[in-house]
């Protein structure tokens, strides 16, 4: 089983600043199959990135996703109020696909 | 407009069985990979398992935690899917969501509200 590491655990930030989250898997993951989603509280889990890089459908485009291999980032260049949230990293390029522990952004 | 409803969660004994339902609509489910995702209170989220389409071989893959327990099954005339989980323990309480990338692929596109399913004495 690919295990999903996510840094950091917690991010404090403030409206307008750039965030930077890592994933980093115990093995290279099969073609970049790596998404990103994101949750509220309260609310169910949205797609941001899927294919590493691809952005799903309404996205805004402050959300980017690289990275290939073992390591995997997403970014999000100008934090929006609506932004703060937990984020999940998650690989399907396995038989058994696997999530990250997620990272949360706080506001500062 | 894609839909997705699970039912079925509920109370549980520990070692009982329950079967959840997730009726989809608004796509073309019979080509369409389907999952299972959970997420203990106050936890992060767990793949439990997905099942690919019929031109796919309908093959499923399950998580370590649940394989041997519980099965996915598709009935594509309804567009259902369905998760029976036997051998219940209390690490399976959780919400259970039914997702699909609605294509040949293994990201979450859309995810049902899910259900609540409780395993305790």
């Known amino acids: 089983e690919i295990v999903l590491t996510q840094s950091p655990g917690t991010l404090s930030l403030s409206p307008g600043e750039r965030a930077t989250l890592s994933c980093r898997a115990s093995?290279?993951?099969?073609?970049?199959?790596l998404a990103w989603y994101q949750q509220k509280p309260g609310q169910v889990p949205r797609l941001l990135i899927y294919g590493a890089f691809s952005r799903a459908t309404g996205i805004p485009d402050r959300f980017s996703g690289s990275g290939s291999g073992t390591d995997f980032t997403l970014t999000i260049s100008r934090l929006e109020p609506e932004d703060f949230a937990v984020y999940y990293c998650?690989?399907?390029?396995?038989?058994?696909?696997?999530f990250g522990q997620g990272t949360k952004v706080e506001i500062k | 407009e894609v839909q997705l409803v699970e039912s079925g969660g509920g109370l549980v004994k520990p070692g009982g069985s329950l079967r959840l339902s997730c009726a989809a609509s608004g796509f073309t489910f019979s080509n369409a990979w389907m999952s299972w995702v959970r997420q203990a209170p106050g936890k992060g989220l767990e793949w439990v398992g997905c099942i690919k389409t019929k031109t796919d071989d309908g093959t499923t893959e399950y998580a370590a935690p649940v394989k041997g327990r519980f099965t996915i099954s598709r009935d594509d005339s309804k567009t259902t899917l369905y998760l029976q989980m036997n051998s219940l323990n209390t690490e399976d309480t959780a919400v259970y969501y039914c997702?699909?990338?609605?294509?040949?692929?293994?990201?979450?596109?859309?995810w049902g509200q899910g259900t609540l399913v409780t395993v305790s004495s």
């Open positions: 998650h690989q399907y390029g396995s038989s058994s696909w696997t």
């Open positions: 093995q290279s993951v099969s073609s970049s199959y």
């Open positions: 997702t699909t990338s609605r294509v040949h692929a293994g990201y979450f596109q859309n």
